[in-house]
C-alpha cells in the first residue's frame, strides 16, 4: 500500500514514520527546512524515539520526503491528512490553513483516491469537502496524539474511530490500521468528527471540575488526593477516570474542542451551559499558583522563584501554550524574580529575556520557594535534600504532588499543592 501524509509536524512525522514500518509512505509538507530536517532523519520537534525511526525507514526506503504534491499523490492508494491544527490565542482552531494546503494536493490526487483527514478540524469539514472535491472519499480518524510518548499512543492504540460513508473502502481502512490497533469503530463521518470534540471536552471537563472540588477542600479541611480516591472507588466513575487535582489543561488541544462546540452552540442557536463554563472554569484555576504564593509570600516584588520546567509537557522541547510560561510572565508582572530550569530548554525566546534560565545546581540558591510546573521524570532523581537546605526556607508548590514521596523523604518542609488541606 502507497501513503502519502500531508503535514508533517508533530501528528505527521509520527503517522509516517509509524506507517512506514508497514507501509511505502511519502511525507508531503509545503515547509522546505521541516523536509530537508526529515530527510536528514530529524523531526521538527523532540519525540522521544522519532528520530531514530525515521532514519531507519529512510534507510530501508520505505520513507520519502518532498514538497512536491505531483510527487507525493500520483500514486497513492491513501492521502492522510495530519497537520497540527493551528490554534489562536482565543483557542479557536485555525481549520484554513489545513483546507487550504489540503485543496493543493488534492489536485493531483487520481479520482476515487481515499483521504484520510486526522487533522483537528470543526465537524461538517468532510461534508464540506465532499460536496466541493466529489470525485474523492473522504474520512475521518480523529488523531490520538500523546506528547512525550506518541510512537507508543499510534502503535498501540486500543480502538481507533473511523467516521466513513460507503461499505466499498472499509477493506482497505481495516488493512490500514491493522498493524496499530485490535479494534476499529466505524461510524458516519459526523459522528467520528464529533466525537473528537466531545471527547476531549469530557476531559476538560473532568479536569476543571476535580480541581473546583480541590480548591473547596483547602478552606474544609478534606484532602482533594483521598476524595479522588473515593470518587475513583465509584463503579459507575471507575478507576480511569480522568480525575486529578492540580494544575489547568494547558496546551491549547483541550480547549480547542471545548470552544469549537461553544462556537457551534452559537452558529446553531443552542444554548449551552456546561461547555463554556470548562474553559472559563479552567482560565480561573490557571491562576492558582500566583494566588498560592501571594497568600504564603504577600507582596511578591523582590522575590525569587525557581521554577522547574518551562516546556508545555515532559519528553518535548514545545514552549508554546506552556502554562510554565504563563507563570513566568505572571511572576514577573508582580515584580518577582524568577530562575528556571528545564532538561530540553537550552535557550530562552526574547519574550522570556527576564527569566535566568540556570542549571540544578544553581536554580534554587537563595530563592524563596521551588515552584514545580513541568513534571520531568528526571526530577524525582534530583538530590532534593541539597537543593531544598539552598533555599532561604523549605516551601515547594507543586501543584500536581509529583514530587510528593520525594519531599516527604527530606524532613519538615512546606509543600504546596491543589486541594490539599491548609
Request: proline share 6%; aromatic share 6%; charged share 25%.
Amino acid at each position: 500500500m502507497k501513503i502519502t501524509v500531508l503535514g508533517l509536524w508533530h501528528l505527521g512525522s509520527v503517522t509516517a514514520a509509524c506507517c512506514a514500518r508497514h507501509f511505502e509512505v511519502t511525507g508531503l509538507d509545503f515547509d522546505e527546512p521541516v523536509i530537508d530536517g526529515l530527510r536528514a532523519g530529524k523531526a521538527p520537534l523532540f519525540e522521544p524515539g522519532l528520530d531514530g525511526l525515521i532514519q531507519a525507514n529512510v534507510a530501508a526506503g520505505r520513507l520519502h520526503f518532498t514538497t512536491d504534491p505531483a510527487e507525493a499523490c500520483r500514486e497513492a492508494e491513501v492521502l492522510w491528512v495530519t497537520y497540527d491544527t493551528p490554534v489562536n490565542d482565543a483557542d479557536e482552531s485555525d481549520a484554513d490553513y489545513v483546507l487550504e494546503r489540503l485543496r493543493g494536493a488534492l489536485l493531483h490526487l487520481l479520482a476515487g483516491t481515499l483521504v484520510l483527514i486526522s487533522s483537528q478540524l470543526p465537524v461538517g469539514t468532510c461534508a464540506e469537502l465532499e460536496r466541493e472535491f466529489p470525485q474523492f472519499h473522504f474520512v475521518c480518524s480523529p488523531e490520538n496524539l500523546r506528547l512525550g510518548r506518541a510512537l507508543e499512543a499510534f502503535e498501540k492504540a486500543e480502538r481507533v474511530i473511523v467516521g466513513i460513508r460507503t461499505e466499498a473502502k472499509k477493506p482497505l481502512l481495516e488493512t490500514l490500521l491493522a498493524p496499530f490497533t485490535p479494534r476499529v469503530i466505524f461510524m458516519r463521518t459526523e459522528s467520528a468528527e464529533m466525537v473528537k470534540h466531545a471527547l476531549n471536552s469530557f476531559l476538560a471537563a473532568s479536569i476543571t471540575f476535580i480541581n473546583e472540588i480541590a480548591r473547596v477542600c483547602e478552606h474544609v479541611g478534606a484532602d482533594a488526593a483521598e476524595v479522588t480516591a473515593g470518587l475513583k472507588s465509584e463503579p459507575r466513575i471507575g478507576p480511569r477516570a480522568y480525575l486529578g487535582a492540580g494544575g489547568p489543561f494547558a496546551g491549547g488541544t483541550l480547549a480547542r474542542d471545548v470552544v469549537t462546540l461553544r462556537n457551534l452552540g452559537e452558529k446553531f442557536g443552542e444554548p449551552l451551559a456546561v461547555i463554556p463554563a470548562i474553559k472559563e472554569s479552567n482560565d480561573l484555576h490557571r491562576g492558582w499558583i500566583l494566588r498560592r504564593l501571594q497568600t504564603r509570600f504577600g507582596d511578591l516584588r523582590g522575590r525569587t522563584f525557581a521554577v522547574l520546567g518551562l516546556t508545555y509537557t515532559p519528553n518535548t522541547d514545545t514552549l508554546r501554550r506552556s502554562a510554565a510560561v504563563e507563570l513566568c510572565h505572571q511572576l514577573i508582572a508582580a515584580g518577582a524574580r524568577v530562575r528556571a530550569h528545564d532538561p530540553a530548554v537550552r535557550a530562552l525566546p526574547a519574550e522570556l529575556a527576564a527569566v535566568q534560565l540556570t542549571s540544578w545546581s544553581a536554580v534554587c540558591d537563595d530563592a524563596d520557594a521551588v515552584i514545580v510546573c513541568t513534571e520531568w521524570p528526571e526530577f524525582r532523581q534530583a538530590p532534593w535534600g541539597d537543593l531544598l537546605s539552598r533555599l532561604r526556607q523549605p516551601v515547594v508548590v507543586d501543584p500536581n504532588r509529583f514530587l510528593q514521596k520525594e519531599l516527604l523523604a527530606c524532613g519538615p518542609i512546606e509543600h504546596l499543592s491543589v486541594g490539599s488541606p491548609t
